[in-house]
């Protein structure tokens, strides 16, 4: 991945004007990893990335079956923010816990926008900037498998899925990947992320909604 990606990602990011989400709700962060891509397991459908996005990904996981909420579901590494940690402390804690990556405080690019989850949490996304990141270990008590998701594939022109649905006024929002699917809330910061440092098009995405299976 080149040093003018990473920069630009920063600039649009920097130049994002955020809208965090007050109150005592419970926090979260989650880290959004850009990544090499190619280290990672294949999924289904999932065509070999060309171009300039061959070399940048995404760092996605697949949760534990055993765990009792959103077991086997698509993931960012994350968590709950912890006593009087910041999001950019947690998330890097997160991360180091989840897939054994730990990166120091200069691997922060910047946020996107809170997300509030259904399950009562505000989730803040944290881009950190991971580099080669050769080697990966999945904490076998959350995490099922690591993958490596190319730009390409969040560029897709079938992304994002929107689907009207009796409980909301507003649609649910899914993004593309492979042959399947991953839903908000990780799909909303997909979006964002998407949207803004790869596009350079600002958007907000905390109106989204959630499938009812993301509720709990």
Known sequence: MSADLRALIAQRLH????????GDTRRAAVAVV???AGFG???PGLPQPAGWSEEAALLLTRRADRLRQHAGQWALPGGRIDGDETPEQAALRELAEEVGLRLDPSAVLGRLDDYATRSGYVITPVVLWAGAAP???ANPDEV???HRIPFSEWLRADAPILENTPHSAHPVLKMPVGEAWIAAPTAAVLYQFRELCLLGRPTRVAHFDQ???AWK
């Open 15 to 22: 130049s994002f004007v955020l809208q965090p989400l007050a």
């Open 211 to 213: 499938p009812a299976f």
């Open 34 to 36: 850009v990544t090499d």
């Open 41 to 43: 397991p294949d999924l």
């Open 144 to 146: 099922a498998s690591i």
């Open 135 to 137: 080697v990966l270990h």
